[in-house]
């Protein structure tokens, strides 16, 4: 039986891309059935309404989704802000589909490590961050502004049965690494964090086959930049995950590159998830051809690894990218002396040719 993907490329370079990430899926030899499906500025423009109620059913209805990226500066402008691609495209799918465990890795590629601004003296870097998507204070009640404008409240709340289920994924994604999770926190102030603190200890306590430390936020930001290769996998809430996992992806040097994966309770045993690199829709060079792929093609290695448990596959893949980049073709955003400019679909097209 195929494993069945809905495709959303949505705007701008979202379909380049994923054009792309489809085209190595294909030759990593894992059958996929795929089926398009409209999100964004795309769907505004076709139905009335970024997030049609047929997407919603696709995707239910699939093993996995894969999505390029929507948005642009057509839609900027919508009125009501709710029907903006951002907000009630992709934000209001996330939430459909439960997806309240985000993925990021960050990892220093080799042909890639002098564009790190941390390339001199330091390990290389080879981390997820996992960081909790639907609670905390982004989600907390009461949050409010007084009637004479002076003061603001945001609230941030976090219950056991939230904190244990982005735990367990944490600890199944450091089971494929190297075992070892860094829980961040700031228990010295919140009692969010204490609570925090005791249901990753108690879960640790229940799977010592996992090692377990505690760090407080303001630390692993120092930390990040002393040291990034001390870290396997970084367990955190939405406020700081969101944080740190921009200041980890930074430290490689390269946006295109970097793909992510959005994941909720398991189907059938297998993670579901929506797969997508962190990048936008960059309206400054779609249609061109100059887009980078990588960061999809990457998304779509996520994809084989937590929603269809194909970790072979996943490896050929990210292999494949590492060896069309050791080679020295280059999309524009990474170009450089000394090495060849080559187009989306020819770097897609360079990265099946490496696949073994
Ligand atoms: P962006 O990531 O689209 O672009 C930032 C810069 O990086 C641009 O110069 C762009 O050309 C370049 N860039 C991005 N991805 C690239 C790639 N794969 N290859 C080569 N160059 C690449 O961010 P932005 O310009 O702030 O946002 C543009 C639109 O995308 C906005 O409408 C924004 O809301 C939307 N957006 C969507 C998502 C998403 O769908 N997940 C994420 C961020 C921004």
């Given at each position: 039986?195929?494993?069945?993907?809905?495709?959303?490329?949505?705007?701008?370079?979202?379909?380049?891309?994923?054009?792309e990430?489809?085209?190595?899926?294909r030759?990593?030899?894992?059958?996929?059935?795929?089926?398009?499906?409209?999100?964004g500025?795309?769907?505004?423009?076709?139905?009335g309404?970024p997030l049609?109620?047929e997407t919603?059913?696709?995707?239910?209805?699939?093993?996995?989704?894969?999505?390029g990226?929507?948005?642009?500066?057509?839609?900027?402008?919508?009125?009501?802000?709710?029907m903006?691609?951002?907000?009630?495209g992709l934000?209001a799918?996330?939430?459909?589909?439960?997806?309240y465990?985000n993925i990021?890795?960050?990892?220093?590629l080799?042909?890639?490590?002098?564009?790190?601004?941390l390339?001199?003296g330091?390990?290389?870097?080879?981390?997820?961050?996992?960081?909790e998507?639907?609670?905390g204070?982004?989600?907390?009640?009461p949050?409010?502004?007084?009637a004479?404008?002076?003061?603001a409240?945001?609230t941030?709340?976090?219950?056991?049965?939230?904190?244990?289920?982005?735990?367990?994924?944490?600890?199944?994604?450091?089971?494929?690494r190297?075992?070892q999770v860094t829980?961040?926190?700031?228990a010295n102030v919140?009692?969010?964090?204490?609570?925090?603190?005791?249901?990753?200890d108690?879960?640790?306590s229940?799977?010592?086959d996992?090692?377990?430390?505690?760090?407080?936020?303001?630390?692993?930001a120092?930390?990040?930049v002393?040291?990034?290769?001390?870290?396997?996998v970084?367990?955190?809430?939405n406020?700081f995950?969101?944080?740190?996992?921009?200041?980890?992806?930074?430290?490689?040097?390269?946006l295109?590159?970097?793909?992510?994966a959005?994941?909720?309770?398991?189907r059938?045993?297998k993670?579901y998830?929506?797969?997508e690199?962190?990048?936008?829709?960059a309206?400054?060079?779609?249609g061109?051809?100059?887009?980078?792929p990588?960061?999809?093609?990457?998304?779509?290695?996520?994809?084989?690894?937590?929603?269809?448990?194909?970790?072979e596959?996943a490896?050929?893949v990210?292999?494949?990218v590492e060896a069309?980049?050791?080679?020295?073709?280059?999309?524009?955003?990474?170009?450089?002396?000394n090495?060849k400019?080559?187009?989306t679909?020819e770097m897609?097209?360079?990265?099946?040719?490496?696949?073994?």
């Amino acid at each position: 039986m195929p494993y069945k993907v809905a495709v959303l490329p949505g705007d701008g370079i979202g379909p380049e891309v994923i054009d792309e990430a489809v085209k190595v899926v294909r030759a990593s030899g894992i059958d996929i059935e795929c089926e398009d499906g409209l999100l964004g500025g795309v769907a505004y423009d076709e139905t009335g309404t970024p997030l049609p109620p047929e997407t919603i059913r696709l995707c239910e209805s699939s093993d996995a989704v894969l999505l390029g990226a929507v948005g642009g500066p057509k839609w900027d402008r919508v009125e009501p802000v709710a029907m903006r691609p951002e907000i009630g495209g992709l934000l209001a799918l996330r939430r459909e589909l439960n997806l309240y465990a985000n993925i990021r890795p960050a990892k220093t590629l080799r042909p890639l490590l002098h564009a790190s601004p941390l390339r001199e003296g330091r390990n290389l870097m080879d981390l997820v961050v996992v960081r909790e998507l639907t609670g905390g204070i982004y989600f907390g009640e009461p949050r409010s502004r007084s009637a004479d404008g002076q003061k603001a409240i945001d609230t941030c709340v976090y219950t056991r049965a939230e904190i244990e289920r982005i735990t367990r994924q944490a600890f199944q994604i450091a089971r494929g690494r190297r075992r070892q999770v860094t829980s961040v926190d700031k228990a010295n102030v919140l009692e969010t964090s204490r609570l925090w603190r005791e249901v990753v200890d108690e879960f640790a306590s229940q799977n010592p086959d996992v090692s377990v430390q505690h760090m407080l936020v303001d630390n692993c930001a120092m930390q990040l930049v002393r040291d990034p290769g001390q870290f396997d996998v970084i367990l955190t809430e939405n406020m700081f995950g969101d944080i740190l996992s921009d200041e980890a992806s930074m430290i490689t040097g390269s946006l295109g590159l970097l793909p992510s994966a959005s994941l909720s309770d398991d189907r059938n045993g297998k993670a579901y998830g929506l797969f997508e690199p962190i990048h936008g829709s960059a309206p400054d060079i779609a249609g061109q051809g100059r887009a980078n792929p990588l960061a999809a093609i990457l998304s779509a290695a996520m994809m084989l690894r937590f929603s269809f448990a194909e970790p072979e596959a996943a490896d050929r893949v990210e292999a494949a990218v590492e060896a069309a980049l050791g080679e020295g073709l280059r999309t524009a955003d990474i170009f450089e002396a000394n090495t060849k400019l080559v187009s989306t679909s020819e770097m897609g097209d360079a990265v099946v040719a490496k696949m073994v």
